[in-house]
C-alpha cells in the first residue's frame, strides 16, 4: 500500500480490507488507512496516515478521474437512534439513563 501524499510504501501484515460503506473501488479511488501505530525502519513512530493507496502512481486511464458521488441508497446505514420506550409497569428511576429523553433530541443515544 502506498499513501501518495506523504510518498510512503507501507507494509501490512495483511491487506487492509475496505472499510463498510466504502462504495467506490479501492483500486482506483484508494480507501481510509486503517488505525494503529505506524513505525518506520528505524522504529521511530509516526501519525496516522490518513488516505492510502494500493500503488505508488495511478494506472494512466485513472489521471484525472474525480470519484462520482454514490448513490445514497447505495451508502449503508450506520448510525441509527435508539427509540425503544420503557415499560409502563416501571416507574423507577433506575433504568432512566438507558433510554433517551424524547422530550430533549440532543439527549438521543447514538450507536453503530
Known amino acids: ?14 491487506a487492509p480490507k475496505a472499510p463498510e460503506g466504502c462504495v467506490l473501488d479501492p483500486k482506483t479511488f484508494g480507501q481510509p488507512c486503517p488505525t494503529g501505530t505506524y513505525k518506520d525502519l528505524q522504529g521511530q513512530q509516526h501519525t496516522r496516515l490518513f488516505w492510502i493507496y494500493p500503488t505508488m502512481e495511478p494506472r494512466s486511464t485513472d489521471v484525472g478521474r474525480k470519484a462520482p458521488a454514490p448513490k445514497p441508497e447505495d451508502l ?29 433530541p440532543s439527549n438521543l443515544i447514538m450507536t453503530q
Open 1 to 14: 500500500m502506498y499513501d501518495r501524499e506523504k510518498c510512503w510504501h507501507i507494509l501490512f501484515l495483511q
Open 76 to 104: 449503508p446505514l450506520l448510525k441509527k437512534i435508539l427509540r425503544t420506550a420503557p415499560s409502563d409497569h416501571d416507574n423507577s428511576d433506575s433504568d432512566d439513563n438507558d433510554y433517551p429523553d424524547m422530550d430533549n
